[in-house]
């Protein structure tokens, strides 16, 4: 399969960091959202499972073809609670039809990373929408059940190493799990919408504690309310992801440039850009305001 990105023809970035004040405005007028989590860690999820489909063996899904907005894969049960967030997009669609699903849904996840506090994240737009015969079969979404080889072996699909893995799992500081959608649940403290690299710093510093919870699925708890899933837990487990682990908790510049980078990889997996067009790099609101 070959993605060829095509910028929506005659469009600058001016007319992109429209788009971004858009969402960036509708998240803050939103900011009651799940508890007052907000919108911006379920936009970042969406973008992430946009581009989860990924294989490098035949190049097929990713974040190309915009394919998430057939329920065909919206309704993979993994990707419960997205719902949320491509509603929120939705109207942002409305406004700005001429842009692509696949650029709406990762420049959904870049705009709130970056109004979340996260690193300016450099992005393309040109991701053609494609139809629903090429939405791939449910079955190519992660489970949180895994342990450190189910996580490595995953990531292989995409031809991630040990160190991008970590990274980009550093998403995990943000937002939370809901019974409703993955039976998993927490954590319950309020700020889980600031980007930093206290993911790391949770898992190294905390005294984890494996237990079933209200829907008898396993999980780590730790006091003051925090959890990780069995596949975060794993980045301790395995002496390989650990040494990324301290790293990061070391280090918040490399953890955000490192994230940065790797985030930037995942949503453009498998697409060939014009590398004589600049990337994009949107002010956030706050840096308009003066
Ligand atoms: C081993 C891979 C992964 C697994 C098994 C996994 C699993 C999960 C689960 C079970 C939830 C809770 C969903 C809910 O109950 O609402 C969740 C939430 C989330 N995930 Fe992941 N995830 C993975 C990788 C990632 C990656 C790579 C990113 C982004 C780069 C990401 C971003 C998020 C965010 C931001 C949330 C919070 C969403 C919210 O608050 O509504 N995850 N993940
Ligand atoms: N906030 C989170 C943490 N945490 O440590 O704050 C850990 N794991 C998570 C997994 C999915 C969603 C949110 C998580």
Known sequence: TLHIARPEKGKTLADFQNIYNSIAEKMKSESAYDDGTGYGPVLVRLSWHSSATYD??????GSYGGTFRFKKEASDVL????????????????????LS?????TLGGVTALQELGGPKTPWRPGRVDTGPETVPAHGRLPIPEGNASYVRNYYDRFGFNDQEVVALLGAHILGKTHLKNSGYD???DD???IFSNEFFGNLLERKWTLEKNAASNMQYNAKGGIMM???DYALVQDPKY?????KYADDQDAFFS???DIYVKLLERGISFDDSIEPLVFKTLKEQLK
């Open 56 to 61: 490098k063996n035949d190049n097929s899904g």
């Open 79 to 98: 990707s419960k609670g997205l719902e949320n967030a491509t509603k929120f997009l939705d109207p942002i669609h409305s406004e700005y039809p001429w």
């Open 101 to 105: 699903h696949g650029d709406l849904y």
């Open 186 to 188: 927490g954590p319950w």
């Open 191 to 193: 700020d889980t919408n």
């Open 229 to 231: 899933l069995p596949t």
């Open 242 to 246: 650990l040494k990324y682990v301290k």
């Open 258 to 260: 490192d994230f940065r």
